[in-house]
């Protein structure tokens, strides 16, 4: 049996497939302004069996399906979508690009009454598009919280994750371009001239898990006037001597560990492990053209597009070797402006004032990606400081795994909190 392909996972070669029935499909991921493979556009075929033996087979697959072109849903008497096409985005791709967003208003909102309601900016995790307030709405405790008389009344958007090179992480980023400047000055200011939010600092909130979790604190530390609170659950880690279980500072590579062990990337509640940093990085490189895990538009691709700088052939230049995990110290030293805990710590006089009661984290203690090494960093590094004392809250979950919390914890604790701080 031979394939005239490459890239593939678990397997080094599609060649290896043992023998019996096999479900083929093709795609053509031809949509260059969204990472996800089901984008508007993209083609595909129909999945079909095929019988692979030892003999030499000829397949053909015909890409006669296509995604529907993209259209808003429709709106609901509370839930609204926008779709706004960002100048700042355009100009830096050189073709049109959009910001798009859910809007949840208050259940006692009426139109025309002239309130304007505290805002909580909603991000998703990895790649989450602004739709999920549809699925959180059909789920009854929320519905049920939500539209009772007694629930503070704020406005929740949900921001779209998807970019060219995988999730924006709503910052300005040298390779995927300004997306915090165009959320603040494009997406933002079209929301508060359309919808009934209050243009002021003191009524700006921002939360999220996962990758919300990280954008939520990176928002808040990086624009610490412009939000008056952040909810992070389970983010990214805000250090570099911990990417996930990678120390980018003293590590010489990022898939073997000092000891000689392939280095985990994910694992069960109970510890144990799942797959490795290499399998993940092979995953991404089959997804990606040419083998190259760094325009798979996934989670390590994603990162080091957010923290890196392109090459002459414009790709981002990688943190580490695909093949060997060799960790390129150069690289590091070029992304430490991204170190948030690095960041705080060297500006911690001029930030912790303004950053007075508005930090807020929640991570379970066996975080599946092992993300709770790097929130330790900071909370160390942030009970160290004393000019001036940082007041941040740590919650620690015994047990519980990635974005392993529930509702009462995950939106409902957040809307009563950042109410009371909204009337300070």
């Known amino acids: 049996m031979q394939f005239n392909a490459t890239g593939s996972y678990p397997l080094a070669s599609i060649s290896e497939l043992t023998p019996g029935v096999w479900n083929v ?27 692979i033996s030892d003999e030499t087979i000829d397949i053909q697959l015909e890409l006669t399906e296509a995604i529907d072109p993209e259209s808003l849903p429709a709106d609901t008497e509370l839930l609204k979508f926008v779709r706004i096409r960002s100048q700042l985005l355009s ?11 859910s809007v949840l208003l208050p259940a006692g909102y009426e139109e025309g009454a002239n309130i304007r309601y505290p805002v909580l900016y909603h991000v998703g995790g990895l790649s989450d598009r602004y739709t999920r307030s549809i699925g959180l709405l059909e789920e009854e405790d929320f519905a049920a919280y939500w539209m ?23 910052v300005n980023s040298d390779i995927s371009g300004p997306y915090a400047d165009a959320n ?12 009934p939010i209050a243009d002021q600092a003191d009524s700006r909130f921002v939360s999220g898990c996962s990758t919300g979790g990280w954008v939520s604190m990176a928002l808040q530390v990086f624009y610490p006037d412009y939000f008056n609170g952040a909810y992070s659950f389970s983010p990214d880690s805000p250090s570099f001597k911990a990417f996930q279980l990678v120390d980018l500072y003293e590590d010489d590579n990022a898939f073997v560990n000092e ?53 002459t052939e414009g790709n981002p230049i990688p943190v580490w070797n695909q093949a060997t995990g060799e960790i390129d110290k150069q690289v590091v030293e070029s992304w430490s402006k991204w170190d948030i805990d690095k ?11 303004k950053l007075e009661g508005k930090l807020h984290f929640w991570m379970g203690d066996m975080d599946n990606f092992y993300l709770t090494a790097g929130l ?27 974005c392993e919390l529930d509702n009462q914890t995950y939106y409902f604790d957040v809307i009563e909190k950042l109410s009371e701080r909204d009337a300070l």
């Open 343 to 353: 960041h705080m710590v060297e500006n911690w006089e001029v930030l912790g004032p």
């Open 148 to 170: 009772h008389e007694a629930t503070p009344a704020v406005v929740m958007v949900f921001l779209d994750g998807e970019s060219p090179w995988g999730d924006s992480y709503q």
């Open 259 to 311: 000891h000689g062990i392939a280095r985990p990337s994910m694992r069960a509640t109970d510890g144990e492990p799942m797959f490795g940093v290499g399998d993940e990085v092979q995953v991404e490189s089959a997804m990606g053209i040419q083998d190259n895990f760094l325009n798979s538009r996934q989670q390590w691709a994603t990162w080091n597009a957010l923290y890196g700088q392109l090459d």
């Open 91 to 101: 100009d830096f791709y050189a073709q049109d690009m959009y910001l798009r967003a």
């Open 184 to 195: 603040f000055e494009e997406l933002f200011v079209h929301l508060q001239q359309n919808f």
């Open 376 to 402: 330790r960093i900071l909370e160390q590094s942030l009970s160290g400081q004393i000019n001036p004392i940082s007041d941040a809250s740590f919650t620690w979950a015994p047990y519980l795994g990635h």
């Open 25 to 51: 499909q093709a795609l053509l991921d031809s949509n260059s302004v969204l990472a996800d493979v089901n984008s508007p556009g993209n083609l595909y075929s129909v999945d079909k069996q095929i019988e």
